[in-house]
């Protein structure tokens, strides 16, 4: 058996040193063209802007955040986020970025509020308190539990 510093894992790239940015970045990336693909759901006009946005979150984000449960956050890996989620609104709105709108405008403009990255982190809290609930090797890695017992007295070194 050879070791390998990265493996994918049903469609999640799992890395040896538990960095998830290139997993962030695909499966954002994924959920972009997604978004591409459905151009001509975009240009109807017989679809209302509300069942649109319904459809971003339905269909696009459910890809954008798979397994986000194990994500470990960085400030930069947030503004991707939320960077994500202001151009699927944008796309399914078909708002050009040349329209010069900020994106607080544009979310007043669609009566919406940024929610993907607080359904992130609810995820993630929700995920925490299941495994302090159970009694498994995730718990034990996570609260740095080592099986045994230690020696009495002062240590040797």
């Known amino acids: 058996m050879e070791t390998v510093s990265h493996f994918k894992y049903l469609g999640s790239i799992v890395r040896e040193d538990r960095k998830c940015e290139q997993d962030i970045k695909t ?6 063209t997604i978004l591409g693909k459905m151009k001509t759901l975009w240009k109807n006009r017989n679809i209302s802007t509300q069942t649109k946005i319904r459809l971003v979150k339905a269909l696009i ?9 194990s994500w470990i956050l960085t400030k930069t890996l947030m503004k991707k986020i939320e960077s994500c989620e202001v151009v699927s609104y944008r796309r399914a709105m078909k708002i050009p970025w040349t329209a010069k709108l900020t994106n607080e405008e544009f979310l007043q403009r669609a009566h919406e509020t940024r929610n993907l990255l607080t359904s992130v982190t609810s995820r ?3 995920y ?15 609260l740095g539990r080592v099986p045994g017992k230690r ?6 070194r």
């Open 124 to 126: 993630k809290q929700r």
């Open 61 to 69: 984000w459910l890809v954008a955040t798979y397994r986000c449960k």
């Open 27 to 32: 499966r954002l990336g994924m959920a972009r």
């Open 128 to 142: 925490f308190g299941h495994m302090m609930r159970r009694e498994c090797l995730e718990k034990d890695v996570i």
């Open 151 to 156: 020696g009495h007295g002062r240590p040797k």
